[in-house]
């Protein structure tokens, strides 16, 4: 296997997510890094990680991504309606990754809490997706 595949998948979402006319009319935005002052609500790529697997013919690797949802209106419907959009987009989507071929990409999990500051609902989906380099 040449090179991670960790990147990739990120900029995979990131267009995927960004280039979504729907999505784009909730949030102010899809961010790997937010700055401060950023208008709620928005949506931020998370933390990934890249696990090796191998069959007796194939190989490649397991890709956890996490992305992270916030919003501060009054209750958790505008974060919960961004978070159904992301999965519609997200959930066994065939994004182009280069140099590697996605096999599935699937949602694996969320959650949603209001942060400590009493204010700003933070939703998290997790996704999990298999790719094996292109030969």
């Given at each position: 296997?040449?090179?991670?595949?960790?990147l990739?998948?990120?900029?995979?979402?990131?267009?995927?997510?960004?280039?979504?006319?729907?999505?784009?009319?909730?949030?102010?935005?899809?961010?790997?890094?937010?700055?401060?002052?950023?208008?709620?609500?928005?949506?931020?790529?998370?933390?990934?990680?890249?696990?090796?697997?191998?069959?007796?013919?194939?190989?490649?690797?397991?890709?956890?991504?996490?992305?992270?949802?916030?919003?501060?209106?009054?209750?958790?419907?505008?974060?919960?309606?961004?978070?159904?959009?992301?999965?519609?987009?997200?959930?066994?989507?065939?994004?182009?990754?280069?140099?590697?071929?996605?096999?599935?990409?699937r949602?694996?999990?969320?959650?949603?809490?209001?942060?400590?500051?009493?204010?700003?609902?933070?939703?998290?989906?997790?996704?999990?997706?298999?790719?094996?380099?292109?030969?």
């Amino acid at each position: 296997m040449s090179g991670l595949s960790v990147l990739e998948v990120q900029k995979a979402i990131y267009a995927e997510l960004n280039g979504d006319v729907s999505l784009g009319a909730l949030v102010s935005g899809v961010f790997d890094r937010v700055r401060e002052g950023t208008q709620f609500p928005y949506v931020v790529l998370g933390e990934a990680e890249a696990q090796h697997w191998q069959t007796v013919s194939h190989s490649g690797q397991e890709v956890s991504a996490l992305v992270h949802v916030f919003s501060r209106e009054g209750g958790r419907k505008e974060c919960m309606e961004i978070m159904e959009q992301v999965y519609a987009l997200l959930h066994e989507a065939e994004l182009v990754l280069s140099g590697f071929s996605l096999i599935f990409m699937r949602f694996d999990g969320s959650d949603l809490e209001l942060e400590r500051d009493g204010l700003t609902y933070h939703g998290r989906m997790q996704f999990r997706l298999l790719v094996q380099a292109e030969s």
